[in-house]
């Protein structure tokens, strides 16, 4: 059986990738993708945790990592229309363009 | 010893309100309406004041005229209103100044009429209702209100530099306020169990006074340290900090030494109503929080910061006098001669003795009038020639001898010539300061204030009105009109009422005084005042304090506390 | 009011023995949903109305959305009353706390929604979507109230933030619109996607995802797993510290603020921050007494959110995100409250000179409801003060000025005071409220949370807090100072409608009669802060 | 003395009632010139002033003539005595606070009287003289107004009670000096000499207050700490003070008794009370300091005060700037009455001032240099009035030494006498001026005594009266001072008094020569050529009777000089006139100076005494007569017609025309300091240090941090998520120190 601590050491790595992606890549659908990282991070260690705690009181991990895809799913949504907005206003997805407010 | 209720207070303070709201319906171009519906509030407000002075016996209960009705009971606020005599004599020198400032600005303004006369009432609201509260709160409510309305006199209706002024006249008050607020909030938690507290003047001071005894108790003795109250403990550590950020507060409005670099500005900047107001009222509200708050509710602070609010009173009265002597502004001049003149209302006041606070009692009453009267003539002759340099002007007793002898009778009840009202205030103060624990060189650096008065009081008028004519335009000016006359008469009179038959006030202000001077010393007790448990403990009509409700879960409640689940 | 003998039932059936069974639950478990509903309901509606709509009119959209609004702020106002305790088998909770953000969230929609009205009108941009969307955004406020699990919790607050992206980007033709629906809707996933996280490992330390039986697994948790409890607490604090725009999470505040239409920007300073706020408090009431350093982290959020937010805003000269800013500082003084809903258990220890120094001994059945109330009330007053404020924005803006980078520049205010006086006192009282000056709403709200943080013995914080406050009083004067001692400019104001005047009049009006004659709201919310759970 | 002063048919009782009226009437003549002047026109204005006044000198009369009356007493409020020959008015407190009380309380007794007298009377006197002198002045009702207001503030000075409403009188004749002297403000010099004497009186009148206060906690000091029987013990000096307040003359004079009588240095074997002079006060704001050390001090502050008022050194520079105003106003305030108000002050407290030897020596040393310095300036100035106000600032100068040396009835007498000479000199400068087209340097006139005959007459009487000549009044007021430096006994200091005798006799001599070189150079000789108006004229009557009357009161003040009775209880001498009419005011004085043995009388006898008495006499009619001629030769035939001053005296004759820098040592060490300062303070500690450091520099600060953090919000969505992340990792690294810990 592989350990909990296993599953969440990659949750982690994948969580931190996915922060890494978002701070460092410059494409916005990349960054977009980078969250979706996250978020799965999460749920791998609900998952993990799930099966460590078992059928416990109140929402398990495995209903949980289901409402976090369903989530995601919405986000993605709003998202890649909110991306596409971008798209057509500015004509380009590199981040560092996006940037008239500041200050 | 309960005062019967009266709402004759609620008349004085919401009537000028009642007629802002009069002239705010009234069309914008109609300004001789709206001079006229304002100066009718103004007159109106001024009997209701008269018959409130006249109403008050300094021979009843230390606050009369009370009135009282639940008022945001849940924070411990209640809708209080009482005058003893130091506050029905402001409100009477605030209701005179009234319909003055009105008319002083007959002319002056032109634009924004409405807006202006607005302002006026509604500050002359905010300063009565300041003067008439019981509650703590509702006094800071007030005291802080005052802000917005002469925020807008100065920044709207002021001179060049006006925004600046007004902008720092506004910030720096209310630093001092908010820090005071605090402060407030603080004593409120100390003054008693949950339940029991009440930001309601006398129910405050009433829970603090066996704290502060032992307080000062301990603070001369440390024998007496070992078993204090709780709260006791708290006032003994945390006290200063209360007491500065009240005397803070309080400073600035007055303002004392390094903190009132706000007035000079605001002065200069503001069109004559509002230096009149600032002048003649606003500037008491800080002398009065220290007479009504900082001091009786921290009396062993109070004697414990002697020593730096009266060297501070000091540095302002001979520092002030020696700005006044660098000027070239008049009002900027006149500004600083405020800062000491109200250097000798607080001084008076830190004596902790009789004499020197019924002279400082006085003095803020001499103050309202002389110094309101200096801003007011001015601002006649600048309404004339909009100019504020000494050098500006020269010669002007030939083109206008009338307003000549105003204002050097004015400048002479601002010098304390005897025989003027600012010769009985001064006198007592120095006086008191002589007789109180203060070293005598305090007394003797004091007394100086009187060279440096005349001097450069003096040094306006020989610039302003003597020798020869330099400027053409000067030549021609016209001495004042009929309503100018009017407007400047009743305070030119009363600088001679005041100064000859001071007794009729002063015997409203004895009351009090008596109380200030017993509520201070019972923090040292001291072999020549015998300070009644009965002088000291304050009686005002109660309303039953508002208990806090406290979580009442029914029984037959089935729901459970879902912290009680597991 | 009573509750029915069914719904205490229901409360024994949640036990852990009969999870296998589907609860059962009484109607009177719905009711707080209720609002929520109603919101839900009508935003599909006018979604619909405008897929088969053939009129040619939208004014009824608007129209329709502020009637929900009002029906559901009634309900969740009747709300207020029903007796406290959990609903939905624990994952929900019913209490006054949750009813009176459900309320705020309503008002926040029903105003916003009424400035979208004037402003899409001129626009000749109305849209049903808008509307539906910015119901969905306070249905998901509604929610998220009355969450007490973490799950619910989180959907919840997509669901708020998933449709405010939406409306932030709303504006699609302007890239300023655009670049604040995408600065936040990148933002606002990887802040969700960091709490979700905190979240997991949470519940990897204490298997539950409850609020209240976390709070019971958490000292133990914190004992046998500090590796994995710590940082799962970490991330769900920072996380939702991302919604209340606390320093240094609130750097997306300012460019969403600005960009978004203002309708918009309204609903998210009122609406969006009371309905994060709840969810901070929830949590931190839950997870707050297991360790001082709670009262450290949130004592040291509170005061660089209060100080930074304000020095921030000094420097602007856009109103708008001005008032961003503002927002900024305003939600750490409200960390002042929240801050003090913790001191009762940690009294007598030096935690520094932030907070904690023993005034008044209080204890937590006196604080909390203290802390509670007065969170409660500047919620309350600030979400009143702030539509008002950026209500009079969006009644100056022009449509011409619309992606100019002064469209709100200070300069814009010069003379209103002479050109529309009502808007000028009536932003002028806004000003005052939000610089907490007396005789308005905003004083009382200073007034409570101070209260409370004296009571808490957070004096530092507080002091820190008043002078943070009276530098902000400068740039609201300045704002005072354009509108009144400026002469006016010779350009033409824009055009006026009812629906944006009604809204301001109405803000102005309670802040000063609110400010001064609060009445039984007071009690009301006195009612709702005892019997906040826990 | 009652043959003297046979009874008056009306009541005591109503002049004692009706004492208010002799301050009433010039106010409300001031009153009436000063709101109606313009409307009533020169004559009404004139009459009402000169009426107003001449009342007050007929009312005046009635009170001395009542004071001469035996049956004349007063119920003392602070002693179960009764205080003969003096009359009393109460009208109701004027302010109280605490346990202080003032009341409008007027007091006549033989002093004030006889100041009442001079007042109402040269009063009058130079009223009827500006009538014609003041005739084409544009301010004639105010001028009028100003002057009726002087005559009742000096007579409040005089008819005071107390301290505080003598106070009122005092600050109130400098108040009227102001407006006086600068009458003719749109000259800019003659409004600053206003302002320079009113600030000099105010540095004088904050010693004043000084001393006030300090009598105020001696009197406290001295009730808390008296012994049993003592004046101040009493039950009735408690009543007093309830009733009148401690700064009330009588209670002023309990006290003095008090302090006498527990005075041990003269009876060091008698048993010592609780209350000692010499001992420390043991509570209150004094403890630690002496009764003694404390009156001196009091007297010392006084000191200032008076040498405010009555231009002594250091502050007598006001008094020849105040030549600046109308000539009849420096008759009337700055020679005869306003000026002599130090010297009233001291006899009235006379119970007092005996008990300090130390600050009678002062007071003798101050008014002594003060008397040789004016002198010596006087010499060198050219200026008519200027000569006449620097002898002024002289004669005060020999009041204060008589004073000093204890002799207040002599001091006394020279206040009446210079106050008929002096208003005659004054008044003659006037008529000169009148008649000259308004010149007033000496070098410029010449030859007056044919084209005006009055005045120069009038004139000649009053510059031998002032020098010294037998016959005339100054003779005897003067040499009676000069006897007391001579034989008075005080205490410690009797060297100094011996020599201040012989200063006294060099400025005397100083007095006759620049008295005489004054009276030659304007009205003997020849018209000088550089004269404004080629011929004279003489005044009309308005202007020469006063001068008449004036002249003929400085002869006849003799009187009051003259040594003429010999009273049975002082076996030594016989008294003076004067020293006998004010021995119920000066008796107490005289008494306590005895009992504490700190001011005794010569203990020569008599025929030694009158030996003394005519040697010193004949020294000082020598003096004068001497000086005077040589004066006179020097001016009549040496110097006449601008022969050149010896070239080996120049630079003294310049130094003392200058005098002697003073007014410039002033301007240098304390004015342009004082200024220095303001302007150093205002710019560096106000303007920058206060308001821009620290109140603007705050704000800066602030605003510059707020753009400094704006410059991080930078736009970059990825900056921002750094910022989130960065706060994460802060946060999990803080959250693994305390699990660490």
């Given at each position: ?22 701070l ?13 990282l ?7 260690a ?29 986000e ?12 057509r ?6 981040v ?7 200050h | 010893?309960n ?9 004085v ?18 300004k ?6 304002t ?5 109106v ?11 008050f016996?300094?021979?009843g ?26 506050a029905v004599?402001?409100?009477?020198l605030?209701a ?8 002083s600005?007959w002319r ?21 209702g ?17 802000l ?5 006199l100065?920044g709207?209706?002021g ?14 008050t209310?630093?001092?306020?908010l ?25 405050l ?6 704290a502060n005894r032992?307080?000062s108790?301990?603070?001369q ?13 708290a ?5 200063p ?5 009240f ?9 004392m ?20 107001v ?17 001091m009786p509710?921290f009396p062993a602070?109070?004697w414990a910061y ?11 009265i ?37 004499e ?11 103050h ?6 200096l ?32 204002f ?20 007592l ?9 203060l070293?005598?060189?305090?007394g ?7 060279i ?34 009017v407007t400047?008469?009743?305070l ?14 002063l015997?409203v202000l ?29 009686h ?23 912290g009680?689940?597991? | 009011?009573?509750?029915s ?7 024994l059936?949640?036990?852990?023995a009969?999870?296998?069974?589907l609860?059962?639950f ?6 707080p ?11 599909m ?5 405008e ?17 929900a ?5 009634f ?31 309503c008002?926040?929609a029903?105003?916003?929604s ?12 109305e ?22 699990e973490?799950?619910?919790?989180f ?12 409306l932030?980007?709303?504006?699609r033709?302007s ?12 933002l ?6 960091i ?11 204490t298997?539950?995802?409850q609020?209240d ?14 590796w994995?409890t ?41 609406g ?12 931190v009431?839950?997870?707050g007494d ?11 959020l509170?005061a ?14 856009n109103?708008?995100r001005?008032?961003?800013y503002?927002?900024?500082a305003?939600?750490?003084y ?7 809903l913790f ?19 209080p204890?937590?059945?006196?604080l909390?409801?203290?802390?509670l ?9 600030y ?55 007396p005789s308005t ?8 949370l101070?209260?409370a ?12 807090g ?8 400068y ?17 033409e ?9 009604f809204?301001?009049?109405a803000s ?12 039984p ?12 759970p826990? | ?6 009874e008056?048919?009306?009541s ?6 009706g ?5 009433a ?33 007929l009312?005046?009369?009635?009170v ?29 407190t004027?302010f109280?606070a605490g ?14 009287a006889t ?12 009223h ?18 100003f ?32 407006l006086?002297i ?5 000259d800019?010099?003659?409004?600053w ?5 009113f600030i ?5 009148d ?28 009493s ?5 007093g ?6 700064l009330a003359f ?9 302090l006498a ?9 008698q ?14 704001p ?8 404390v ?12 040498a ?6 250091p ?16 008759a ?23 008990l ?6 002062t ?5 002594c240099?003060?008397?040789?310095i ?23 100068g ?12 002599a ?13 005659c ?25 044919r ?5 120069s ?6 510059t031998?009266?002032?020098?010294g ?20 006994q ?17 400025a ?7 008295m ?57 001498h016989s ?20 009992d504490?043995?700190k ?8 025929t ?6 005519w ?48 007014d410039?040592?002033?301007e ?5 300091r004082?200024k ?16 821009r450091?620290?109140v ?13 953090l ?18 994460l990792a802060v946060?999990?690294?803080y ?7």
């Amino acid at each position: 059986m592989i350990p909990t601590s296993a599953c969440l050491l990659l949750s982690a790595m994948l969580f931190c990738l996915g922060m890494l992606g978002v701070l460092l890549r410059k494409n916005a659908l990349v960054i977009f993708m980078s969250v979706e990282l996250m978020l799965n991070a999460a749920n791998l260690a609900f998952i993990g945790f799930a099966r460590q705690h078992g059928n416990t009181i109140g929402t398990s991990g495995h209903v949980s990592a289901f409402f976090v895809i369903a989530v995601a799913a919405a986000e993605a949504a709003v998202g890649l229309a909110i991306i596409i907005a971008l798209f057509r206003t500015r004509k380009t997805l590199d981040v560092d363009e996006v940037r008239v407010m500041k200050h | 010893m309960n005062a019967s209720s009266s709402p004759l207070l609620n008349y004085v303070v919401f009537l000028p309100m009642a007629f802002a709201f009069l002239v705010l319906l009234l069309p914008g171009n109609e300004k001789g309406q709206i001079r006229f519906a304002t100066l009718l509030g103004m007159l109106v407000n001024l009997v209701t004041g008269i018959w409130a002075f006249a109403a008050f016996n300094p021979a009843g209960s230390e606050f009369q005229l009370e009135y009282r009705l639940f008022w945001l009971s849940d924070l411990g606020i209640s809708y209080h209103l009482g005058v003893d005599g130091l506050a029905v004599a402001l409100v009477l020198l605030t209701a005179l100044l009234g319909p003055l400032v009105v008319l002083s600005s007959w002319r002056f303004v032109e634009e924004r009429v409405k807006e202006f006369h607005v302002c006026l009432l509604v500050l002359q609201t905010a300063m009565m209702g300041a003067l008439c509260s019981l509650d703590v709160m509702l006094f800071y409510i007030f005291f802080e209100a005052m802000l917005i309305p002469m925020y807008f006199l100065i920044g709207v209706f002021g001179s060049e530099e006006r925004q600046k002024a007004a902008l720092k006249f506004f910030l720096y008050t209310l630093v001092g306020s908010l820090l005071m607020l605090l402060a407030l909030l603080w004593v409120f938690f100390l003054s008693g169990p949950e339940g029991t507290r009440s930001f309601d003047y006398a129910a405050l001071y009433n829970n603090l006074m066996e704290a502060n005894r032992e307080v000062s108790l301990c603070m001369q003795n440390n024998a007496h340290c070992s078993n204090l109250s709780a709260t006791a403990a708290a006032l003994l550590k945390w006290g200063p900090w209360m007491f500065g950020a009240f005397a803070l507060a309080f400073a600035i409005k007055v303002p004392m030494f390094p903190v009132h670099t706000w007035l000079p500005d605001a002065h200069v900047q503001a069109p004559v109503a509002g230096s009149m107001v600032l002048a003649g009222v606003l500037l008491k509200m800080g002398t009065f929080g220290f007479w009504r708050y900082a001091m009786p509710l921290f009396p062993a602070q109070a004697w414990a910061y002697q020593n730096v609010l009266v060297a501070l009173s000091l540095i302002g009265i001979v520092y002030g006098a020696l700005m006044c002597l660098a000027q070239k502004d008049i009002k900027k001049l006149i500004a600083y001669s405020s800062v000491s003149h109200m250097g000798f209302c607080m001084l008076g006041m830190l004596t902790f003795q009789a004499e020197g606070t019924m002279g400082a009692a006085y003095q803020m009453l001499n103050h309202g009038v002389s110094t309101g009267a200096l801003f007011l003539l001015f601002g006649m002759l600048y309404e004339r020639r909009h100019l504020r340099n000494m050098t500006d002007y020269g010669g002007i007793a030939k083109a206008m001898p009338i307003f000549t002898v105003f204002f050097l009778i004015i400048t002479f009840s601002s010098i304390a010539v005897p025989g003027t009202n600012g010769f009985v205030g001064e006198f007592l103060v120095l006086l008191g300061t002589f007789k109180s624990n203060l070293p005598l060189w305090a007394g003797i650096l004091a007394t100086t204030g009187v060279i440096f008065g005349a001097a450069y009081m003096l040094w306006v008028v020989q610039r302003v009105f003597f020798g020869p004519v330099t400027q053409q335009a000067n030549a021609g000016l016209k001495d004042l009109r009929f309503r100018e006359f009017v407007t400047a008469l009743p305070l030119v009179l009363l600088v001679f009422v005041m100064g000859l038959k001071p007794q009729p006030i002063l015997e409203v202000l004895s009351p009090s005084v008596k109380r200030y001077v017993a509520r201070v010393h019972q923090a040292k007790p001291n072999p020549e005042s015998n300070t009644a448990r009965e002088l000291l403990r304050m009686h005002v009509r109660e309303l039953p304090t508002p208990k806090l409700a406290q979580a009442q879960v029914d029984d037959s409640q089935p729901l459970n506390q879902p912290g009680e689940r597991q | 009011m009573s509750a029915s003998p069914s719904l205490a039932s229901s409360m024994l059936s949640t036990m852990p023995a009969s999870t296998a069974s589907l609860p059962s639950f009484s109607l009177l478990e719905f009711q707080p949903l209720l609002p929520a509903a109603i919101l839900a309901v009508t935003a599909m509606l006018l979604m619909l109305s405008e897929a088969f709509s053939v009129s040619k009119s939208r004014s009824y959209q608007a129209i329709l959305a502020a009637v929900a609004s009002v029906v559901a702020g009634f309900l969740a106002f009747q709300n207020t009353q029903l007796p406290v305790g959990l609903i939905l088998d624990g994952r929900g909770v019913m209490d006054g706390f949750s009813s009176w953000i459900t309320l705020i969230a309503c008002f926040a929609a029903g105003m916003s929604s009424l400035l979208a009205f004037g402003f899409f009108r001129q626009r000749n941009a109305e849209r049903g979507e808008f509307y539906g969307l910015l119901l969905f955004s306070a249905a998901g406020m509604s929610l998220l109230a009355v969450s007490n699990e973490f799950i619910t919790l989180f959907v919840n607050l997509e669901l708020m933030s998933l449709a405010t992206y939406a409306l932030a980007a709303f504006w699609r033709r302007s890239s300023r619109s655009v670049e604040a629906g995408f600065k936040y809707f990148i933002l606002g996933a990887f802040a969700s996607a960091i709490l979700i996280y905190g979240v997991a490992l949470l519940y990897g330390a204490t298997g539950t995802t409850q609020l209240d039986m976390l709070h019971h697994q958490l000292p133990k948790a914190l004992e046998d797993t500090p590796w994995l409890t710590w940082p799962g607490l970490i991330l769900v604090l920072a996380g939702l510290s991302f919604k209340i725009a606390a320093v240094p999470l609130h750097m997306w505040t300012p460019d969403v603020y600005e960009g978004a239409p203002t309708p918009v920007t309204a609903l998210m300073s009122a609406g969006i921050k009371a309905a994060a706020f709840v969810a901070l408090v929830r949590v931190v009431l839950h997870v707050g007494d297991s360790s001082v350093v709670f009262l450290h982290l949130l004592s040291f959020l509170a005061a660089i959110t209060m100080v930074v937010g304000n020095l921030l805003a000094i420097a602007q000269r856009n109103v708008k995100r001005m008032l961003a800013y503002s927002s900024i500082a305003h939600a750490g003084y409200i960390l002042i409250g929240v801050a003090a809903l913790f001191t009762a258990n940690h009294l007598g220890n030096d935690v520094g000179v932030l907070s904690a120094t023993n005034v008044a001994n209080p204890t937590a059945e006196t604080l909390r409801p203290m802390a509670l109330q007065g969170i409660l009330f500047y919620l309350l007053s600030y979400a009143i003060t702030v539509v008002g404020a950026f209500g009079v924005l969006a009644a100056i803006e022009k449509r011409e000025d619309d992606g100019a980078a002064d469209a709100w520049d200070l300069n814009k205010l010069s003379g209103l005071a002479t050109r529309r006086p009502g808007w000028a006192l009536a932003m002028a009282l806004f000003m005052f409220s939000m610089g907490g000056i007396p005789s308005t709403i905003g004083f009382l709200g200073k007034l409570y949370l101070f209260k409370a943080g004296i009571s808490a013995g957070l004096i530092g914080l507080s002091v820190l807090g008043v002078l943070a406050s009276a530098a902000g009083m400068y740039y609201y004067l300045r704002v005072i100072v354009y509108m009144y001692m400026k002469p006016s400019p010779e350009t033409e104001m824009g055009a006026r409608h009812w629906s944006t005047e009604f809204v301001l009049a109405a803000s102005a009006v309670a802040v000063v009669l609110l400010g001064l004659l609060p009445g039984p709201l007071l009690d009301w919310l006195r009612q709702a802060a005892l019997f906040a759970p826990n | 003395m009652e043959k003297l002063f046979p009874e008056y048919p009306f009541s005591i009782q109503n002049i004692e009632n009706g004492l208010w009226l002799i301050i009433a009437l010039p106010l409300l003549g001031a009153l009436i010139n000063g709101v109606f002047g313009k409307a009533l026109g020169r004559k009404n204005v004139h009459w009402v002033a000169c009426a107003s006044v001449g009342g007050s000198f007929l009312l005046s009369l009635l009170v001395m003539w009542a004071l001469g009356n035996v049956n004349t007493s007063v119920f003392n409020p602070f002693s179960p005595d009764i205080s003969r020959y003096a009359l009393s008015a109460d009208y109701g407190t004027w302010f109280s606070a605490g346990s202080f009380k003032v009341s409008f309380g007027l007091w006549a007794d033989r002093l004030s009287a006889t100041m009442l007298l001079v007042i109402t009377g040269v009063g009058f006197l130079i009223h009827l003289y500006s009538t014609s002198y003041m005739e084409h002045d544009k301010g004639y009702a105010k001028y009028f107004c100003f002057l009726n207001l002087f005559v009742a503030m000096m007579l409040t000075l005089v008819l005071a009670d107390s301290l505080v409403l003598l106070f009122v009188g005092w600050e109130g004749v400098g108040l009227c000096s102001y407006l006086l002297i600068g009458f003719w403000y749109d000259d800019n010099a003659k409004a600053w000499a206003g302002r320079k004497a009113f600030i000099t009186n105010r540095i004088g009148d904050f010693g004043f207050l000084v001393a006030s206060f300090l009598l105020v906690l001696l009197v406290t000091a001295a009730v808390r700490e008296a012994p049993q029987g003592t004046p101040v013990s009493s039950y009735r000096f408690s009543t007093g003070l309830s009733e009148k307040g401690p700064l009330a003359f009588q209670s002023l004079s309990a006290l003095a008794t008090t302090l006498a009588a527990t005075d041990t240095t003269a009876k060091p074997n008698q048993e010592t009370p609780a209350l000692v002079m010499n001992r420390d006060i043991e509570t209150g704001p004094l403890k630690g300091y002496s009764y003694a050390g404390v009156l001196t001090a009091v007297l010392l502050f006084f000191l200032l005060g008076a040498a405010g008022k009555s231009a002594q050194l250091p502050l007598y520079v006001w008094l020849p700037d105040a030549m600046a105003g109308p000539t009849p106003v420096s008759a009337l305030i700055h020679a005869a009455t306003m000026v002599t108000a130090g010297v009233y002050l001291f006899c009235r407290i006379s119970y007092l001032v005996v008990l300090s030897p130390f600050a009678m020596a002062t007071i003798a040393v101050v008014g002594c240099l003060t008397a040789l310095i004016a002198a010596l300036i006087a010499f060198a100035q050219d200026d008519i009035k200027k000569i006449l106000a620097y002898s002024t600032v002289s004669q005060l100068g020999f009041m204060f030494m008589g004073i000093g040396c204890g002799l207040f009835w002599a001091a006394f007498l020279h206040v009446v006498t210079h106050a008929f000479f002096k208003a005659c000199m004054f008044l003659g400068a006037g008529s000169v001026m009148h008649g000259n087209g308004d010149e007033t340097n000496i070098k410029r006139l010449g030859g007056l005594r044919r084209e005006m005959p009055w005045t120069s007459w009038t004139f000649l009487i009053g510059t031998l009266a002032i020098t010294g000549i037998v016959p005339l009044s100054g003779f005897f007021s003067k040499d009676a001072i000069l006897f007391g430096l001579e034989t008075q006994q005080l205490t410690g200091y009797v060297p100094v008094l011996h020599t201040l005798y012989w200063l006294g006799l060099i400025a005397a001599a100083c007095t006759a020569f620049y008295m005489v070189r004054l009276y030659v150079l304007t009205f003997e000789g020849k018209r000088s050529p550089l004269a404004k108006l080629p011929h004279a004229h003489e005044s009309a009557w308005p202007m020469t009777l006063p001068l008449v009357v004036l002249a003929a009161l400085s002869v006849l003040a003799i009187a009051h000089g003259l040594p003429l009775l010999s009273l049975p209880h002082s076996p030594h001498h016989s008294q003076t006139l004067m020293e006998a009419y004010l021995f119920p005011v000066f008796n107490v004085a005289n008494q306590l100076g005895a009992d504490t043995q700190k001011l005794l009388k010569t203990g020569l006898d008599k025929t030694e005494w009158t030996s003394l008495l005519w040697t010193g006499w004949f020294k000082a009619w020598l003096i004068a007569l001497v000086s005077g001629g040589i004066s006179a030769l020097l001016y009549f035939k040496l110097w006449r017609g601008g022969r050149k001053f010896p070239a080996i005296l120049e630079p003294l004759r310049r130094f003392a025309q200058n005098k002697f820098f003073v007014d410039e040592l002033y301007e240098l060490l304390f004015i342009e300091r004082a200024k220095g300062l303001a302007k150093g303070l205002y710019r560096y500690v106000d303007a920058f240090f206060v308001d821009r450091v620290a109140v603007h520099g705050t704000a800066q600060t602030v605003g510059f941090l707020g753009r400094v953090l704006c410059w991080f919000q930078n736009g970059n969505v990825q900056a921002y998520a750094s910022a989130i992340a960065l706060a994460l990792a802060v946060g999990l690294t803080y959250a693994l120190l305390q699990v660490l810990s």
